[in-house]
């Protein structure tokens, strides 16, 4: 069960007045950090059902997010990671007032369908880490974050320097847990929301809270966005109450009202 991060009161009053739908269809093209894609795109198909609007979605690391930002590629709504965000709030570089907390994402474990891991407490957890022969995370070197967040994770286990020479690194989501599925790697740490990304593997669950760390992710409409009611109609629809099962089973906390 997550425990869901509530909006301030201003931030909710601007979904409360930005309309579900918006008279004529709108196209709305999003910019965001692919760990949230999948949960959107299954939101963003009962929106356009709804509303008749089209969502479209370029689905990238967070690093990736920013060299588009920066240049100069237009969207009508971005969401990426907290600090990015800020960055460019102070640059200018968003609609005043339209930055606001999406949702946050922890580091799970992927196993090989089938495999029992035991992640119930702290002691487990290293457990299970030290007894596999090999360990995989992302490569964080293209901008993305979870692989950042995996080693943090092994470092409050305290496992950093134990489980260093068993890790491979994986260049891309599906290509590393394609070898767990295979078997040549038994256990990868990832975001929560980005398993499994290969068939053969599952999510076994997350690492325990005491050790949890999260990429936390706010959405922003740009400043060149002149008609930001479909983008915000479309925000108030991922803040639905109704809408929170499918954050739920991606793996994400979404922020509440």
Do not use: C
């Amino acid at each position: 069960m997550f425990h869901h991060l509530r909006l301030p009161p201003l931030i909710a009053a601007i979904f409360l007045l930005a309309p579900v739908t918006s008279g004529a269809a709108a196209e709305i093209k999003v910019l965001n950090a692919n760990a949230l894609t999948i949960a959107m795109k299954e939101l963003a198909a009962d929106f356009s059902k709804e509303t008749g609007n089209q969502v479209s979605f370029v689905g990238v690391n967070p690093g990736q997010v920013e060299q588009r930002i920066k240049a100069g590629e237009v969207y009508d709504l971005v969401i990426t990671a907290t600090a990015s965000a800020e960055a460019f709030e102070k640059e200018g570089k968003w609609r005043p007032g339209t930055r606001h907390p999406l949702a946050r994402v922890g580091i799970g474990v992927a196993v090989r369908d089938g495999v029992k891991v035991d992640l119930s407490t702290v002691e487990s957890t290293r457990k299970a880490l030290l007894d596999a022969k090999t360990i995989t995370h992302s490569d964080s070197t293209g901008g993305g974050l979870s692989g950042i967040n995996a080693q943090k994770v092994l470092v409050n286990l305290g496992l950093a320097d134990a489980v260093k020479a068993k890790t491979k690194l994986a260049g891309d989501l599906a290509g590393g847990q394609a070898l767990i599925a295979k078997g040549e790697i038994e256990i990868g740490l990832f975001n929560l929301s980005e398993i499994p990304r290969a068939p053969g593997v599952v999510r076994a669950g997350p690492v325990p809270a005491a050790v949890q760390v999260y990429i936390n992710y706010d959405s922003a409409v740009p400043a060149t966005n002149a008609a930001p009611d479909a983008a915000l109609a479309l925000l108030k629809y991922f803040h639905r109450p109704a809408a929170r099962p499918v954050w739920d089973k991606a793996g994400l906390e979404v922020a509440g009202e």
